[in-house]
């Protein structure tokens, strides 16, 4: 069974500033999905950035970026010019490619930033 | 609807009663997932719709739980003689499918994007 932690349970960071969270996760599988996902104090989960693991590039979407390494299982996320609508809960998750289609999900990153 | 939609948005409900929990995915999605989210933890699968038909049930906890996807659209999860430890917000998600083939020429699912619902938040008293 494939597992995801995330090792801190909370971050703070100025304002303009860069954040990364940690993801790491163990599988025994070669083709899987990352992601990470945010979700605000009104619950709805909001993908942030996703990963195809046969990518060797790590992906970028606008102030967010990951840096992924396979061999380590580790899959980070890095949001730079942090905003105060930043501030929220952030999952990273786990889908493989070829069998279970459901997400596993690590136990959350409350991001906090300061003004 | 433009996303997915959960009704209702809280239940507070009795130990022992029966509640349903109904969740409308995005016109056209053709899976549908229900996750349960307990307090500080992350959400945790629970069912898995492909049409109409259960794809995957494993994370089901007991035989209390049980959904159903009768017309392949909105569905219904239904939880017989609640506990108190069923509390939890309970999120659904739909997804479209398309297949991709790897580079070692296989097909699979791509990972088309999971929309969430607003989940509901389940208390038993």
């Known amino acids: 069974a494939q597992t995801v932690t995330q090792s801190q349970p909370e971050m703070s960071v100025q304002e303009a500033e860069t954040v990364t969270l940690s993801c790491t996760y163990d599988?025994?599988?070669?083709?899987?999905?990352l992601f990470w996902y945010k979700q605000p104090p009104s619950r709805q989960m909001i993908l942030v950035i996703r990963?195809?693991?046969?990518?060797?590039q790590n992906a970028t979407e606008n102030r967010f970026s990951v840096n992924f390494q396979k061999a380590a299982k580790s899959f980070s996320l890095k949001i730079s010019d942090s905003q105060l609508g930043d501030a929220a809960m952030y999952f990273c998750?786990?889908?493989?490619?070829?069998?279970?289609?459901?997400?596993?999900f690590g136990s959350g990153t409350r991001l906090q930033v300061q003004p | 609807g433009a996303g997915v939609s959960q009704t209702p948005s809280n239940k507070v409900t009795e130990k022992g009663k029966y509640v349903e929990l109904r969740c409308d995915p995005i016109?056209?999605?053709?899976?549908l997932y229900w996750y349960r989210q307990s307090l500080g933890q992350g959400p945790e699968f629970l069912i898995y719709?492909?049409?109409?038909?259960?794809?995957?049930d494993s994370g089901l906890p007991n035989d209390r739980f049980f959904a159903v996807r009768p017309e392949g659209s909105v569905s219904t999860l239904k939880i017989q003689r609640t506990e108190r430890g069923d509390s939890a917000v309970y999120l659904c998600?739909?997804?479209?499918?398309?297949?991709?083939?790897?580079?070692?020429?296989?097909?699979?699912?791509?990972?088309?994007?999971?929309?969430f619902g607003p989940g509901t938040r389940l208390t038993v008293l």
């Open positions: 016109s056209g999605h053709t899976a």
């Open positions: 998750a786990y889908r493989s490619a070829m069998g279970r289609r459901a997400l596993t």
């Open positions: 599988t025994s599988e070669s083709d899987y999905y």
């Open positions: 990963q195809e693991a046969y990518k060797q």
């Open positions: 998600a739909s997804s479209s499918i398309l297949l991709r083939t790897t580079l070692m020429g296989r097909t699979s699912g791509t990972a088309n994007e999971q929309f």
């Open positions: 719709f492909q049409g109409t038909g259960a794809a995957d």
